[in-house]
Each structure stands twice: as structure tokens, then as C-alpha cells.
């Protein structure tokens, strides 16, 4: 009697509301082309803030993708997410009527850092400045950062493992990882990622406090890691969602299987110790390694966490050495937010999607506004670089001291 084959956890569906595009399409066109879309901060109530650059999304309405009902009971962050699962779970062809009859087969699983700032900002100026009898009843749960999750799962019925992930700008990565782990534990189709709308100027306010936000006014000069020049990083708002389910199963109901989740891994090493972030990366990676059975020359190209601080960029080229050996050295590396901003949980989920764009399209994007390079890194910058590729390495590190790493494979590269 033969062993069953163990469930594999596949993209099928990618869903983005980004800077650089409001689709998919628009995302990818955007990121393959090295575009840049930095720009002075235009949110009203931020002009006088020490912020002077970010990538904000400009071509979404919330209108109209949103059901007034949701509209008025979430914020910013929310419309995005439930915008990209809406385009994901198109992309992947699983409508209301393929999930319909069992809703307990699917999940929802977010990350989120800074919540619904510009809701819970309004509300509390409502109370303030006009009294209790002016504030909703959904300043209870609009700021709350697992609101994602609840509304996405709400507004479409899903009744499966539904769940949010806090652990710093990581968590993005490690949402998709959680993802992975219940479809393989059994849940036919999670949708998972990440989505911030850290622009408000209460949020922004909250963001004045760390060392690592650059505060540079020149968009080309403000988000420039591994450079001489690296001054900070920019935040962004926006993200990604991603349908992940069971790869068998996804092909048997002819979906195109875009990717496959092969390894992940996570450390710890505290807030802002750069230095020792190069152990943690390092350890991490080699882990999502060992899980995916990957060895260290097969990884094609590396997506970079790129925080754009010295120290920080210096552990993390040390890092990719360290882990991956003489390999490290050779293996192109890329980051492409620095053509649209950092956006905290966000940013790694958008990496994954545009890593899995790259290997579908055997493209490896650049690394906007970043020449001058410092480090023994073989990082793509002025133009894209075609590349057979088959395997994408995934980083990302948070403020507060998470790391983590994740491993793709070309959705053709594991079918049997």
C-alpha cells in the first residue's frame, strides 16, 4: 500500500493595492520597470510633520470596491485588504459559488502594525471636540489590527481557521507561513497576507519615534539601503492578499498553481540590534532552507529586506553570506520597495507577490533610485535582469527584532 502524498501549500491567487498599481497587472508593470512613485507626503494633517516622503496609493476608491455597509465600519487598511481579496480570489477562480458549500474549508489569516489609525484618529477627535454622543459604535473594532481578518471572513462567508499574526514587520512573511501550515494541516484554502495604512497623521506621529524612518525630502535620495547614502527607510501604505491552498487539489479543479510555499523560518534578536539581526537572518534562512529541502545554489534570486540603515543593511549582506556561503556573493539580489516605500507588514507580502511574478515571467525586477552600491551584494539596480528561475528566497526584519524567511518555487517546478 502506497503513502499518501503529504498536502502542499500552493499560490494560487495574488491580489495587490499598492503605490505603484491598484491591480496586479498595474503592480508588476510598475515593479518590472523600475519605476519610482516616492513622492511628498499630500495627506491632510501631515504637513508639518518631520515625515516628508512616502509611498501612498493614489488610483484606489474605496467606493468602489467596497459595500457601503463594510465602508462605514472599517478603516483605510481594511478597504486595501478587502480590495486584494477580492482580486485574489478572482485570480484564482474561487468565486462565492465554489466556496458556498463549505465555508469551514476556508480561512483567513492577516498581519497588521499599525491598525486603523485614520479611523480611530477621526473618532476620537469626534469625542473630544463634540462629546461620547458622536463617536460610532464601530470605534470598537475599526482600529483593532485583526479587523482585517474579521471583515474579509464576514463579508464572504469563510468560516475556517481565521486568525491574525503580531509579530512586528515579519509577521507579513509569517502570515503567509501560518497559511501554509493549517492547508497542510488539513483547510482546503486559506486567504492570507498583509495590508497598513500607516499615513494618517496620528500614525504618522507614532512612527516619529524611530531611529530608522527617513525624514530626507528628496523622493530619490530618502530610500536608498546599501548605499553610502542610506539614511532610513520610507513607509507605504497598501499591500497584498494571497489565496494559498492545497496544491493537488488546486490543480485537480484546473487552477493555475502560481507558486508553491516550500520552507519558512523565524527568529528573534531584539529591537534595533542590527548587528545581531545578522545572526538571527542568517539562522532563519537556513532554516526555511532545511524545511523547503532547498540547498543553498539553488536559490535564484534573493528579495531583500533592504531596511535602508547602515548597520542594518551591512548584517543583512553578511547574513545572505552567511547562510548561503560563497553562493551569497553571486546570487542576484533585489528591492524593489524602494520604488514604493516600506509598508511595514505589508512590504514583505508584496515581496512574495512580486517574487512570484519573477519567476513566472523569468524576471528579476530592480532596486529603484539605488546605484552607489557598498556591499559584496550582486544587487540588481538600474534594469530589470532576465534569468532562469525556478527558486526565490524571501526576507524581511522588523523593528522590533523578527526575522524571517520564505522560500518559492515556480509553480511548474514541483507538479508531478
Known amino acids: ?28 508593470k510598475s515593479t518590472k520597470e523600475g519605476i519610482s512613485v ?27 470596491a467596497v459595500e457601503e455597509r463594510y465602508l462605514v465600519q472599517t ?36 498581519a497588521a502594525g499599525s491598525g486603523g489609525g485614520e479611523f480611530g484618529q477621526r473618532e476620537l477627535q469626534r469625542l473630544w471636540g463634540k462629546g461620547s454622543r458622536f463617536v460610532g459604535p464601530y470605534q470598537s473594532i475599526a482600529w483593532f ?53 500607516p499615513l494618517a497623521p496620528y500614525s504618522v506621529v507614532c512612527q516619529l519615534g524611530y531611529e530608522e524612518l527617513s525624514t530626507v525630502e528628496d523622493p530619490e535620495r530618502a530610500y536608498r ?19 494559498v491552498e492545497e496544491e493537488a487539489s488546486a490543480r485537480e479543479r484546473g487552477a493555475r498553481v502560481r507558486a508553491t510555499l516550500a520552507g519558512h523560518a523565524a527568529t528573534f534578536t531584539g529591537a534595533s540590534r542590527w548587528e545581531q539581526s545578522r545572526e538571527g537572518l542568517a539562522e532563519a534562512i537556513r532554516a526555511a532552507l532545511d524545511e523547503a529541502g532547498c540547498a543553498p545554489e539553488e536559490i535564484d534570486v534573493v528579495f531583500a529586506d533592504a531596511l535602508g540603515v547602515p548597520e542594518a543593511d551591512r548584517a543583512e549582506a553578511l547574513a545572505i553570506v552567511d547562510a548561503l556561503g560563497s553562493h551569497g556573493r553571486r546570487v542576484p539580489v533585489t528591492a524593489p520597495k524602494t520604488g514604493i516605500g516600506r509598508g511595514y507588514c505589508a512590504a514583505p507580502v508584496l515581496d512574495t507577490a512580486a517574487a512570484v511574478l519573477a519567476l513566472e515571467n523569468h524576471l528579476i525586477p530592480p532596486t529603484p533610485n539605488v546605484f552607489d552600491i557598498c556591499h559584496d551584494l550582486d544587487l540588481v539596480s538600474a534594469r530589470a535582469r532576465a534569468a532562469e528561475l525556478r527558486t526565490a528566497l524571501v526576507l524581511s526584519r522588523g523593528l522590533m527584532g523578527s526575522n ?12 508531478s
Open 38 to 64: 516616492l513622492a511628498p507626503v499630500t495627506r491632510e494633517g501631515c504637513e508639518h510633520l518631520p515625515l516628508r516622503v512616502a509611498g501612498e496609493v493614489r488610483d484606489f476608491e474605496a467606493s468602489s
Open 1 to 28: 500500500m502506497s503513502e499518501p502524498h503529504p498536502r502542499r501549500a500552493a499560490i494560487t491567487g495574488i491580489g495587490v493595492v499598492a503605490p505603484n498599481g491598484a491591480t496586479t497587472e498595474n503592480f508588476w
Open 225 to 243: 539601503p546599501f548605499t553610502e547614502g542610506a539614511c532610513g527607510f520610507v513607509p507605504a501604505e497598501g499591500g497584498a492578499m494571497l489565496v
Open 404 to 415: 524571517s524567511a520564505l522560500v518559492l518555487r515556480h509553480g511548474a517546478a514541483d507538479a
Open 75 to 110: 478603516d483605510r487598511f481594511t478597504h486595501f485588504a478587502m480590495a486584494a481579496a477580492d482580486l485574489a480570489l478572482d485570480d484564482a477562480r474561487l468565486g462565492q459559488a465554489d466556496t458556498g458549500d463549505s465555508p469551514f474549508s476556508v480561512g483567513v489569516v492577516t
Open 145 to 197: 489590527y485583526a479587523a482585517s481578518t474579521g471583515q474579509i471572513s464576514i463579508r464572504r462567508g469563510f468560516k475556517g481557521p481565521c486568525s491574525v499574526v503580531a509579530a512586528d514587520e515579519a509577521g507579513g512573511l509569517d502570515a503567509i507561513a501560518h497559511a501554509a501550515r493549517a492547508v497542510r494541516r488539513g483547510t482546503d484554502v486559506i486567504v492570507a497576507g498583509a495590508t497598513e495604512a
